[in-house]
């Protein structure tokens, strides 16, 4: 398994490094108000899925709870690129949510790149909330909401 492993976080890291590319031109290319609303919908899911015994699980169904990886980036990527824009919002949030803890607590060099990468977008759609005084307080908010 050990010979395995390597190869199990390079195919992971760049599938998440492609859906993040994705995601991120999905980001960039939203109007003002729903980058607010988006940042919220965000804040929201990293805080349901904080709640969960396995937060990078979050959004996979409980029979597939066995795989390498969780469905919720999966899911989450379908709905991003949906042409509701709803739809589209709530995917692109659950996406974060579950990158984000997938990716927090890796020793793997490929992953802890993604999730410095999603920390550097997470911070940005902070930034663009007004109202709130430091990343710090937006991401301590995720545990409580």
């Not at 993040?20 to 109007?31: G, V």
């Not at 108000?33 to 990078?56: K, V, W, Y």
């Not at 029979?63 to 999966?74: A, I, M, V």
């Amino acid at each position: 398994m050990q010979i395995l492993t390597p190869l199990f976080v390079a195919m992971r890291a760049r599938q998440l490094g492609r859906q993040f590319r994705d995601i991120e031109r999905s980001i960039r290319a939203l109007p003002k108000r729903n980058r607010d609303r988006l940042g919220m919908l965000t804040l929201r899911e990293i805080g349901q899925a904080s709640r969960c015994d396995f937060p990078h699980l979050y959004g996979t169904t409980p029979e597939s709870r066995y795989l390498p990886w969780g469905q919720g980036t999966d899911i989450g990527y379908e709905r991003a690129r949906s042409n509701n824009a709803e739809v589209a919002l709530r995917g692109i949030s659950l996406w974060l949510a579950v990158a984000y803890h997938e990716t927090k607590t890796t020793t793997q060099p490929a992953l802890q790149l993604q999730h410095r990468q999603l920390l550097q977008l997470l911070r940005e759609l902070k930034e663009i909330q007004s109202g709130k005084s430091s990343v710090d307080d937006w991401m301590q908010e995720s545990a409580v909401a």
